[in-house]
């Protein structure tokens, strides 16, 4: 995690082509938000000082606009199926294991925003109950002990960046 | 003299695709004609027509021929490559109807090169209006041509712009529209991205008109492209002396900016819009005072259409009357669609006002893809009803589609076949409604959900029989109450449905039976054991165990644990999964 006066230097580059501008927030936030890929929260905090303008203003904006994520996107996207036929088969058990390894609920990113856990209604692939899916690619009949080993190869390879 | 090109395809489904082939012999055999350095032959990957053989389109502005044979090519180079002319027997059906007025120039120019759209009359409308008319003058021109908003309520350009300018002030502003969020509805990006100097040439027009000096661009986040090619236009136009100080040596002075959406439906609501250029919530408020007096900023502020601008230079250049003259009595010059669902061939089609949905489905469009029977139109997205087929040769104008219960809307149009449900389509708008409902007012806010419930309950086979009148009730009151357009149209959806298709409705609430098979707690799964050749596929692929027996007693679904997934029903190569 960055200190705060990381983000302030990179924040004034960020604001400069608005700062004077009517009716600039959206547009700072879009700012931020390709920069980061989400707006933190420390960074709405300088943000509320620099332009004197509420916190709760910018979180009344942050939060009505589905495009903007206040949580950084994790790498790897794993959604698991919950639809009747998953369910049935034992996909709430997959999601609990995928909680405990992973440490996070649903719907939020792993601390080294590495994974994002998600759960989707149905894949349309019943047949092949429970699925998950990681960065679009289906893995089926997933069982319980599955788990670790396909997680694992995502934290292993380490690609060079 | 501009290159003119000739695109390719061997669109067939089925076998090896030969588009290679012809490319080459068409190539080699124009090269050995007249006209070998005025015409480039290339090999597109995608052409907009599927499985009508080899498809030739010649741009710009040519004919498109389908289904053409290797002994075709000869009298294609001969006729129409050197000799310019079309030859009907080849030429696709329907291309006549359509008219080009707004995409005139999409997939002819390079969008990203100003010299181009001057060359076809590029900001010629803009010098005219300035030096020929005064801003009275050119409204005057635009109450003649009978322009209506192309964003979907369809409100004269004109007197738009007359009471902006009629209001006392300095200060005004005109805004674009750009923030298109309707499902299946692409015209207005394909615009910015295909042709955004038109866009721009409008405003600044509209600038004129009004007596504003700034104009903003609300386009939304998911349109990267269009943010990028309108923003490359107005630096152009700024170099060029188009946009800034005295433009063109006049002295009308206007700047414009791009102000990005993200992510609210809601905003292509006018006064949300104008809360979201301020950088706030995109929350409607009432109205009066309309944007004309009360705007942007609290200024007399103008909000026209991406297509509506698009629209202006070409009634500036041609004049009012000669716009007139496209279209019906009251909804004049043409409309952009873009056609998606069930049809043939889906994509942008711009035809004159006054043209029957059917010549726009089946002349056009080539009909329902599955070779099923039509069921129904759907124009105007959330906000707008399904037109069911018995009713497909009304003229479309803005009058028409409102008596039948839908609007004109932006220029959505889904075709439906046999295999939609229409209380599933009613769902499915419903729950955009209730995602995009943006809660300032209760009937919108509480209506949409209560709504959906409804409609949930209906296509799980709990419906009462109470709820028709429910329905009509509650979308009446929204109708009614609803502080803006959003709310006033989302119960648009189920009222047509509901108008048209009432039987339907009554057979899922009553019979509990849903005659298109999309609402699967409504099916039942059973084996005929007169067809069912005991292959055991069913039995091995059910994900839950529901199918029981072996092959000396033959198989039986167990209705208690069937999850209705439909699996069985797929695997079996012998039609012996009965589905009711």
């Not at chain 2, 006729?79 to 109807?97: I, Q």
């Not at chain 2, 409607?284 to 200024?299: A, D, N």
Request: proline share 4%; glycine share 10%; hydrophobic share 35%.
């Amino acid at each position: 995690m960055k200190e705060g006066n990381d983000y302030h230097q990179e924040l004034s580059g960020l604001l400069a082509k608005w700062k004077d501008k009517p009716g600039n927030l959206i547009m700072i936030l879009h700012e931020i938000q390709n920069h980061y890929g989400f707006v933190p929260r420390q960074l709405s905090l300088q943000l509320s000082a620099l332009l004197d303008v509420p916190l709760a203003r910018i979180y009344e904006v942050l939060t009505f606009y589905n495009y903007f994520k206040l949580e950084a996107p994790g790498k790897h996207k794993i959604s698991v199926c919950m639809g009747t036929a998953c369910y049935l088969n034992g996909a709430p058990e997959i999601l609990r294991e995928l909680k405990s390894i992973l440490g996070v609920e649903e719907g939020h990113t792993t601390k080294n925003g590495l994974f994002q856990l998600e759960v989707v209604r149905c894949l349309g692939c019943c047949g092949l109950a429970p699925v998950i899916m990681i960065d679009g690619k289906v893995y089926d009949k997933v069982k319980k002990n599955d788990i670790i080993d396909i997680i694992s190869k995502f934290t292993r390879s380490k690609e060079p960046e | 003299m501009d290159k003119k090109y000739i695109l390719v395809k061997d669109t067939r489904r089925a076998g090896s695709n030969q588009t290679e082939h012809f490319a080459g012999l068409l190539a080699a055999k124009i090269q050995a004609s007249p006209a070998a350095e005025a015409v480039q032959v290339v090999r597109a990957a995608d052409i907009g027509f599927y499985d009508q053989g080899l498809v030739l389109k010649f741009l710009p502005g040519g004919p498109v021929y389908l289904n053409v044979s290797e002994a075709d090519l000869d009298r294609v180079v001969r006729e129409t490559v050197v000799g310019g002319r079309v030859l009907e027997d080849l030429a696709a059906a329907g291309t006549a109807r359509q008219l080009r007025v707004v995409l005139r120039n999409c997939g002819v120019i390079n969008p990203e090169n100003l010299e181009e759209y001057i060359r076809r009359d590029g900001y010629r409308a803009l010098s005219r209006a300035l030096f020929e008319y005064t801003p009275d003058k050119v409204i005057e021109e635009f109450k003649k041509s009978g322009l209506r908003g192309r964003g979907g309520a369809g409100y004269p350009t004109w007197l738009k712009w007359h009471l902006t300018r009629s209001v006392p002030g300095a200060e005004k502003y005109v805004i674009c529209n750009a923030d298109e969020g309707d499902p299946g509805a692409y015209m207005d990006r394909s615009i910015l991205e295909g042709d955004p100097h038109s866009v721009l040439e409008g405003m600044i027009i509209a600038g004129y008109a009004i007596g504003a000096n700034h104009g903003y661009f609300y386009i939304r986040a998911e349109y990267p492209l269009a943010i990028e090619r309108i923003g490359k236009a107005i630096e152009q136009a700024r170099e060029r002396g188009l946009l800034g100080t005295g433009i063109l040596g006049s002295d009308f002075n206007f700047e414009v900016d791009i102000r990005l959406g993200a992510g609210a439906f809601v905003c292509g609501e006018e006064t949300a819009l104008i809360a979201s250029i301020e950088g706030k919530r995109g929350t409607p408020r009432p109205r009066p005072p309309y944007p004309s007096v009360s705007g942007l900023w609290g200024k007399p502020t103008s909000i026209n259409n991406v297509e509506t601008f698009a629209n202006v230079p070409v009634v500036m250049t041609r004049g009012g009357d000669w716009f007139a003259g496209i279209g019906t009595e009251k909804s004049k010059g043409t409309k952009v669609f873009a056609v998606t669902g069930k049809v043939k061939n889906s994509g942008l089609v711009e035809v004159p006002m006054g043209v029957t949905l059917r010549q726009i489905v089946f002349d056009i469009g080539g009909g329902v893809r599955s070779g099923k029977k039509i069921k129904a139109v759907q124009t105007g997205g959330p906000s707008g009803g399904v037109i069911p087929e018995d009713r497909l040769d009304t003229p479309v104008d803005y009058e028409n589609l409102q008596k039948l219960g839908s609007i004109m809307g932006s220029g959505g149009m889904i075709v439906m076949d046999e295999d939609d449900c229409m209380v599933d389509i009613a769902k499915f708008y419903l729950g955009f409604c209730v995602e995009e409902s943006c809660g300032k007012c209760a009937p919108c806010r509480i209506g949409t959900y209560q709504l959906l419930k409804i409609l949930e309950r209906i296509s799980e086979g709990e419906g009462r029989s109470e709820d028709l009148d429910r329905l009509r009730l509650i979308a009446q009151a929204m109708q009614k109450a609803s502080l803006c357009g959003l709310g006033q149209t989302a119960s648009n959806p189920v009222l047509s449905t509901l108008n048209y298709f009432e039987t339907e409705y009554r057979e899922h609430i009553q019979a509990k039976r849903c005659r298109s098979f999309k609402c699967r707690d409504l099916l039942t799964y059973s084996i005929i054991q007169s067809k069912c050749k005991r292959c055991r596929q069913c039995f091995l692929n059910c994900p839950v165990q529901a199918i029981s027996g072996d092959r000396e007693v033959g198989f039986y679904i167990q209705l208690d644990k069937c999850i209705k997934c439909g699996k069985c029903f797929e695997v079996c190569k012998f039609n012996a999964i009965a589905r009711e």
